[in-house]
């Protein structure tokens, strides 16, 4: 019974797709059917694009100020820092600073977060600033 019903509904996807492609043919010309979204010269000017996007990650300029908004500590699953008003929910890299939430320091709250160049401790509430090279408390 459960064959039946796949072939069924397999059935039924292609009954109503077909009149979608058919009419794209229709309107785009048999000449344009075999490339869906780009043209050559348009991908080209994609890739292009791309490509420049990422040589320019590394011109991006260097961290000066970070501030350690505040750090949650889970019993299951991961711990989570905010740096600059940002989460480490999706990634460990947050505005070009670097912090692990398995290295937060349960009894003292301090995070070692990693710039290009530095590594300071930190804990919630303080800030760093590059042109000083110390940390200091916000409130």
């Known amino acids: ?27 785009y ?28 990650i590394e011109d991006r300029p260097a961290v000066t100020d970070v501030e350690l908004n505040g750090v949650m500590i889970r019993e299951a699953g991961n711990n989570v820092i905010w740096v600059n008003d940002k989460s480490s929910l999706k990634s460990n890299k947050v505005d070009g600073v670097r912090v692990n939430p398995k290295e937060v320091n349960k009894e003292s709250y301090k995070v070692p977060v990693k710039t290009d160049e530095h590594q300071i401790m930190m804990q919630p ?13 916000n409130y």
Do not use: H, Y
């Open 125 to 137: 509430g303080q800030s760093w600033s590059e042109t000083t090279g110390t940390v200091k408390d």
């Open 1 to 27: 019974m459960r064959k039946v019903n796949k072939l069924v509904l397999g059935s039924l996807a292609c009954c109503m797709v077909l009149p979608l492609v058919l009419s794209a043919s229709e309107k």
């Open 29 to 56: 010309g048999a000449d344009n059917i075999d490339r869906l979204f780009t043209s050559p010269q348009e991908r080209q000017q994609l890739d292009a694009m791309r490509s420049a996007t990422s040589n320019n």
